[in-house]
């Protein structure tokens, strides 16, 4: 077995750092270290730091798991990426992680990093469900876990409300400025939505600072692109192969990456657009050019592919009905978007296919599909409710929908049962327990509280098409219904 990596001495120019990694202090705590972070916000820090230099490692922060620390610590830090594509693969040592940290082992050295002066920037990557909103208020969720233990004790805080507006507080005592909090998780207009989540969880747990945090502290918004499949059983092997050293903490990636970022950084930034990122004054245009037409094509294909028996992303770009569905949603999304300068949204969805078709990426269907009430609203929802008002077709997104709902159930059409992993899992069996029809069904999730905009569920031509496309799910199986429905797609 190869030595393991942990320094960047040895390794060939242009796969170590472009810099010396140890003449360069934090500036950045990163919440969530997972594998996309690896694969895109770090490997913009590390093309920032080998351009301009400048103290903006990252200290990144785990808040469930110890895994990534456990990998990383022993590395001081360092990984492997590995960008595959269809001309090849390539691998690089990214060095932009100073520390990795885990809140369940080293609490205070993570208070401490918030703390720290030196921190400018907080970022963070907890998936839609690691923020406790409350989506028809855009405020708490005081019954998501995280947020109602920190509002019982907001002096101990552990989710990351709760962290933010406890280490906001403690700075503005000491005197030390706020440091500018930098969400990068699938949600429009991310940072209008932390901000919101933040003030109002202060309202409850710290009035004093309620103010302070809508007025002084920035909020950009951002829009992240890179596909990032969890890791296979290979990944290491392949890292040890192309390196040369073994690497506990590899990642694997598209060669694609985008990120759009609204240039507001009162205390600084690193020079991110050295890697490509684009600063722009408003973010929106492309978070929802993205959201619709990358994540809504995705979560469709992913709940009809692994009812149908696809197991990856690459497979169902081998189904040519579903293939047909994708790019009748693509469209239909890209029907919904206002025109943007410089984009040409047919050309985006041609590029979406070829990296969806991508033979080296192992993303799982069953992994895009996890926690569907998080990213149905602004996936499928928001353009449906848009093409129902402005009378566009209602066929893509009703598919999609009826693909949830036929997946919610929690079996597939051999009989084989599956965890939803959605943070609303309960919730959704009791409203489809013993339930036999689809019109039950359907009516069903549909009344679920916080989910389905009104003028959805109100609209009879919405619900008949969600109905009868899962009538025929559950009545003839998911494989009928693709190729039904692709059928009546090529009229």
């Not at 169902?316 to 025109?339: C, F, N």
């Amino acid at each position: 077995m190869s030595a393991r990596l942990t320094s960047p001495d040895g390794l060939p120019k242009g796969v170590r750092p472009g810099y010396r990694p140890e003449d360069h202090a934090p500036g950045i705590v990163h919440l969530g270290l997972g594998a996309f972070h690896k694969a895109h916000q770090a490997v913009y820090t590390d093309d920032a730091l080998a351009a301009e230099g400048g103290d903006w490692r990252i200290i990144g922060v785990s808040l469930r798991s110890t895994a990534p620390s456990e990998e990383l610590t022993p590395q001081n830090g360092l990984y492997t990426i590995i960008e595959r594509g269809a001309g090849g693969s390539s691998a690089r040592v990214i060095g932009s992680i100073a520390r990795a940290l885990a809140l369940k082992n080293d609490r205070q050295a993570v208070l401490d990093a918030l703390l720290d002066p030196g921190i400018r920037i907080v970022s963070l990557t907890v998936t839609e469900k690691g923020y406790g909103i409350d989506r028809a208020t855009g405020g708490i969720d005081r019954t998501h876990p995280a947020i109602a233990a920190d509002l019982a004790a907001p002096d101990e805080p552990r989710g990351v409300a709760g962290l933010l507006v406890w280490a906001l507080g403690q700075r503005r005592a000491a005197g030390v400025p706020p440091f500018t909090v930098l969400c990068c998780d699938n949600l429009p207009e991310n940072g209008k939505m932390l901000r919101g989540l933040l003030v109002d969880f202060a309202r409850h747990a710290a009035p004093d600072l309620a103010d302070h945090i809508a007025n002084e502290v920035a909020f950009p918004s951002t829009m992240v692109d890179r596909i990032t499949p969890a890791r296979g059983s290979g990944t290491l092997e392949l890292a040890e192969r192309m390196i040369g050293l073994r690497d506990e903490a590899a990642v694997e990636t598209e060669g694609f990456r985008q990120w759009v970022i609204e240039d507001h950084f009162p205390t600084g930034r690193p020079a991110w657009e050295a890697g490509g990122a684009i600063f722009v004054s408003e973010v929106r245009p492309y978070e929802d050019m993205k959201l619709r037409m990358l994540n809504g094509s995705h979560s469709m294909l992913a709940y009809s592919g692994f009812l149908a028996g696809h197991r990856y992303v690459r497979d169902v770009m081998q189904d040519a009905s579903l293939v047909t569905l994708i790019e009748r949603h693509l469209a239909a999304a890209a029907g919904t978007l206002s025109p943007l300068s410089g984009v040409d949204f047919g050309d985006y969805a041609k590029s979406l296919l070829e990296r969806f078709t991508n033979p080296h990426l192992a993303h799982e269907t069953y992994q895009i599909a996890m926690d569907g009430t998080e990213k149905l609203p602004q996936r499928i929802l928001a353009p449906a409710k848009d093409a129902a008002e402005s009378g566009q077709p209602l066929a893509p997104f009703a598919f999609a929908v009826a693909a949830w709902m036929r997946y919610v159930l929690g079996r597939t059409d051999g009989g084989e049962t599956y965890a939803l992993r959605d943070p609303r899992e309960a919730e959704l069996a009791e409203h489809v327990a013993c339930l036999r029809t689809a019109k039950d069904v359907a009516r069903s999730l549909l009344s679920l509280p916080g989910l389905f905009p009104d003028p959805l569920r109100r609209n009879a031509d919405w619900t008949d098409a969600v109905t009868s496309r899962l009538a025929t799910m559950m009545a003839q199986g998911m494989r009928q219904a693709i190729d039904r429905e692709a059928d009546a797609a090529l009229g």
